[in-house]
């Protein structure tokens, strides 16, 4: 028994990479091709395995598709869980929000937006999947939207509305939300426009810290005109 378990923990492992490298491969071509679009064939090439094995971890190209979906929202709730929970514990206290502690959560969802979002390249990759089903909705919408879109906008929403001073946010705060988390999108499918307005060669510490000032600025306005 203790020398088959190093082997299974190590078996293990490989299923995991090889999972993710299917993954990781799929999103890029769903996002460049759409699920159509795309073939099962190129995407086992590109993951380095053979068509067995994608058939064994996913079944079909469909099924493929959908856990493309749930892995971005995986990955994007890791990259922001360190905000997004004190964030929840605040609202969810079931006392009255001090609007300044709510303007520091705030603060802090955003810088954690502006590392998932700008900081990670990993978000260019995802961008052209999520695009596409924002777009053009197939089966993945319900599941980015249920997951994603809906609960980040409106935890950023009641956030603003606690800082101003409201018990719950409105039509005005859910806008702000959307305005404000959007002009982050600016860094994930148009990175490369965004990189060449701003004549900068890469986004670097000196690039981020831009990043976060702008948006610091903007978190200020948003708070200051509900006052």
């Not at 514990?89 to 700008?118: I, K, N």
């Not at 924002?134 to 939207?145: Q, T």
Request: charged share 20%.
């Amino acid at each position: 028994m203790a020398q088959t378990e190093p082997a299974s923990r190590g078996a293990y492992a490989k299923s995991a990479d090889t999972r993710r490298a299917i993954l990781d491969a799929a999103i890029v071509a769903f996002g460049e091709s759409g699920l159509d679009g795309a073939s099962t064939r190129t995407i086992a090439a590109a993951a380095g395995v053979n068509q067995p094995a994608l058939n064994y971890h996913f079944g079909s190209k469909d099924a493929l598709y959908v856990e493309c979906a749930r892995a971005i929202v995986e990955r994007f709730a890791a990259g922001t869980a360190s905000a997004s929970g004190p964030a929840i514990a605040l609202l969810g206290s079931g006392e009255r929000v001090d609007p300044d502690l709510a303007l520091v959560r705030l603060r802090q969802l955003m810088d954690a937006l502006v590392d998932t979002l700008v900081a990670n390249e990993d978000a260019a990759i995802w961008a052209g999947f999520v695009a596409r089903e924002m777009n053009a909705p197939g089966d993945a919408f319900a599941i980015l939207y249920d997951s994603l879109w809906q609960p980040g906008t409106e935890l950023a929403a009641r956030l603003i509305a606690a800082a101003r001073g409201f018990a719950d946010p409105g039509d005005d705060e859910r806008l702000d939300a959307l305005m404000l988390i959007s002009n982050l999108i600016a860094f994930t499918n148009g990175r490369r426009v965004s990189k060449s307005i701003m004549k900068w060669q890469d986004i670097g510490p000196e690039q981020l810290v831009a990043v976060r000032r702008s948006i610091s600025r903007q978190v200020d306005a948003l708070v200051a005109q509900g006052n």
